[in-house]
């Protein structure tokens, strides 16, 4: 993506910091990535890391997380943090604002799958769903979002799916309610920022199916998938997490409230919505 230029951050006023000198133009915007050890989260770092972006990388494996930040160029930090607790994503972020002095965008990408219909899922299961996927998120949302505020601007990006938006996988059942919720706090937020803080932008991230570590570290494993293909089979295409990291880059260029990462995800939705019935009635 060649013609992304982060005009929003770079030639803005806003992004000036006082130095001894004097005042001096910041061109190195900051990010703290979540879930950066691996997938997404890693494929963001690599490519945020040759726009020049300061990044502060959180996960909870060390060599994993480490090796990724030896891969990049630039001003990196890694933090080894469990982002299901509330004071590890606080110290991600005072430990990203120690270092760089500032937080410009923060992507909450940590997640996780298990493997269960609605009528198997134990307790300790769908426990685990909404502390990885949503408490992680809401976390990373209250930790950041007065910093934003304090400075009147920022970019907030919770990473969810299409799965959160239409039943394809139910044994992903409390994966994709969890995203669910992860989408009605995300628009909440949103609404509540909007009027006050309009240059506090709130997005939401909806990939499709990704060829990651995800599915082999989901608990219980994962299924052989129907409802997407491989590149050149009909249906749904696979997508590489090059491909999401890509979108979410043009996202952080050109902040909008939600994206799809995957032609016709956003019809599938409609069609969905549209008539709930007759989708389903339809699916194999």
Not at 160 to 189: E, H, I, Q
Not at 227 to 254: F, H, K, M, R, Y
Request: aromatic content about 8%; proline content about 4%.
């Amino acid at each position: 993506m060649e013609g992304v230029s982060y005009s929003w951050y770079r030639s803005s006023s806003r992004h000036c910091s006082k130095l001894a000198n004097g005042v001096k133009m910041q061109t190195h915007p900051v990010a703290v990535i979540t879930g950066a050890s691996s997938g997404i989260g890693a494929a963001l770092a690599r490519r945020l890391g040759q726009k020049e972006f300061r990044l502060a990388l959180a996960a909870r494996r060390a060599d994993a997380l480490d090796a990724v930040s030896a891969e990049i160029q630039g001003d990196t930090l890694a933090i080894v943090a469990d982002v299901t607790r509330r004071v590890d994503v606080e110290r991600v972020r005072d430990e990203a604002i120690r270092r760089f002095g500032t937080v410009d965008v923060w992507v909450n990408n940590a997640g996780r799958g298990v493997n269960a219909p609605v009528l198997d899922l134990t307790d300790e299961q769908f426990d685990e769903m909404m502390a990885v996927n949503v408490k992680s998120a809401l976390y990373g949302m209250q930790a950041i979002v007065p910093h934003f505020k304090e400075r009147g601007w920022g970019h907030l990006i919770n990473v969810s799916s299409f799965l959160s938006r239409v039943p394809l996988a139910t044994y992903r059942s409390a994966y994709n309610a969890a995203k669910a919720a992860l989408n009605a706090l995300t628009a909440n937020l949103r609404m509540d920022l909007r009027r006050h803080y309009p240059d506090i932008h709130v997005s939401l991230v909806m990939p499709g199916m990704v060829t990651t570590e995800f599915a082999k570290n989901a608990l219980g494993g994962t299924p052989a998938v129907t409802w997407a293909a491989a590149p050149g089979g009909s249906g749904p295409q696979i997508q590489t997490a090059d491909d999401v990291a890509v979108a979410i880059e043009s996202l952080i260029e050109s902040p909008r409230e939600e994206i799809y990462t995957q032609r016709g995800q956003p019809d599938t939705v409609v069609r969905y919505f549209k008539d709930v019935g007759a989708f389903e009635r339809g699916l194999p």
